[in-house]
Every structure is written in structure tokens, then in C-alpha cells.
């Protein structure tokens, strides 16, 4: 065998030899940063199973012009009392220099267990800012995500390279050692586009059979809700958290405060975080209620009735019978850690 021969044997020996060491060692660190992240940690965590709730001010009026209206420091506090009695988790939708770094301030005072930040537009600079300026000053305290965009491809409100952009952005900005899950949320439909189900460190779709399934009563409702999001983390192979979804209390004749009570009452009968059988880096958690308030501008804003009618308390903060159900569940006995590591089958 001659020299030559000789070296490109050994070029091929060392090459095969440390190639799937190289591929452990990414895979680990992948794995490492899944396992790792208070967010992560927050929402697989047995012995206190999180509820979150999407959350956006009772006394916020986001539009612009004449109806442009900010809370106070005062009533952002009452929602979030009123809340804490039985969430711990708050999901909200975008960054306001005015409102939301006291949601931040109110949230470690009352002492919420996680946040998922929202930047409505992928486009905004000011936002992404606000939102990097807050992980660096709570991460130490509350368990954060980020959530880029609402729903804003299925609107063309921006690109999915604009994603992709801010989240490089967001990564660069934050200091070193701070893992911060980033996701975008989209309705279900949405994840049939290979890019959008790769994009993140987690999937956050919005799954509302009100919108893709109408005709569902409550029951058949959750069952077809559980069956998307199930379906969603095994072929994606990654972390879902169904980020909204329900049933309103009115808007149509068949939405009524008991309807949507029968809805979360079912929903939280069943198992509240599911793993994958392929991975154990893949599951899925229903642990969100959409949404906190009913928001009357909302279907002023639409044109649907129905869009007043998701929240679990009303505008002055008074509860809707499904606020209790919810109640209940915190409260339950149940053996979660039992519950949630059972592993699925779905059927594609």
C-alpha cells in the first residue's frame, strides 16, 4: 500500500470516527438548551402544573386615534390581583412603552411564575428593544419567552424572513447564557407551511375550532382541539403549547356562559401535557386560557360580535362561570406528575 493510499485511509478513519462525535455534541447542546430554560421548565413542571392566560388590559384600548386609550398603573394591577387567584403564567401580545414594562413590574410583585413577551409587529424595532431591555431586567425572576408576531403572516403584516431577522436580532442582543425560548403563533392552518413548524424553539399555534370547525359543540370542540395541537407536535418533533384557544359566552345563540364553561370543564378533564412517543423533547401543553377579559373594542374593531365575548372575566373584572372551572383546577388533587408523563400515539 503506498504512502498516499495510506493517508487518505486514515483521513477517512479520523473523519467517520469524530463526524457522529461532532453530531452528539450539537445534538446535546440542542437538548441541553430545551432542558434548561426556566420556560421549558416552567411548563413541563408535575408538581405545579402552570396555568397560563392570555392576557391583554381590561382598560386598554390599543387602536389608534380617537379610541386610543392606556391603562393605568392602578388597573393593571386590579387585572393582574384578580388573575393571580388562580393563574400563574401571562401571555400578552405586544410591547408598549407604557404598559407593558408594568405588566412586567406588577407580575414579579405578585409573583407570576412566567411571561411569554409578545412583539405584534416582526417589523418593529421599538418593540423588539423594549422587549430585549425587559428579558435582561426579569429573566432572573420570572421565567420568559418571546413570542414574535400574532397571527401576522396570516395577515401579511410582515414576512417570514422579518421573523427570522428579529429573532437573529434577539439572540445577538441578549447577554451570554440567557436562554430565552423564541416562537411566533400563528392559526393552525398556518403550520401545513414547512417553514413556519421549523421556526423557533417551540411551537405556539392558535387552534380555534369557533373559526375552522363552527359547527363543533363543546365536546366535540376539544377533541378536535387536542387532536391538532397532538397531531402538530409529532410531526413537528418539538415543544406546542396550544397558545389560544375556547369557546365565547356570546356573539351567537349557541355561545353562552354555560357553553363555554362545558368547554374548559372538558378541556381541563384531560391531560394537560403530553410527550411524544419518538422523543422526549417533544410535547405538547394545554395550559393556556384565552383570554383573560372580554374585550368589547375588539368586535368594534372586526365587525364580529364574537370577538367581545372570549374572555373569563368581563370588562370590570367580574367572572364568568368558566373562571371557576379554572379555579377548580389549580386546586385539584389530581396526581399530575402520573397525568403527564404519558407518552401518545396519534394516528397521521
Known sequence: MNRRLRAVILAIFIISSTFPCLINSAMATQTSFKEGAAFFSYLTDTKRPPLLIDYSPSDFDPRRGENFHLPSPTSIEKDLRALRQVFDGLIVYSFHPDVTPVILEKAKQLQFRAVVLGIWSARSRTEIQGVIRLIHEYADTIALAVCLGNEGLHFHRYTTNDLIEAKKFIRTSLDPGLEIPITTSEPMRGYRNPALSTFGDFLAPNI????????????????????????????????????????????????????????????????????????????????????????PWKAEESGEPVEAGWGLMSRDRIPFPAFYTWSRARSSIRDERELSYQRVDVKQ
Open 208 to 295: 380555534h375550532p369557533v373559526w375552522e370547525k363552527p359547527a363543533l359543540p363543546p365536546k366535540d370542540a376539544v377533541f378536535w382541539t387536542r387532536t391538532q395541537a397532538i397531531s402538530l407536535m409529532e410531526k413537528a418533533q418539538k415543544p406546542v403549547l396550544v397558545k389560544e384557544t375556547g369557546f365565547p359566552h356570546s356573539g351567537e345563540r349557541h355561545f353562552t356562559p354555560e357553553a363555554q364553561q362545558k368547554f374548559w370543564d372538558m378541556y381541563l378533564n384531560e391531560k394537560r401535557l403530553l410527550y411524544s412517543k419518538a422523543s422526549p423533547h417533544a410535547w405538547v401543553s394545554f395550559a393556556t386560557s384565552f383570554e383573560a377579559f372580554s374585550l
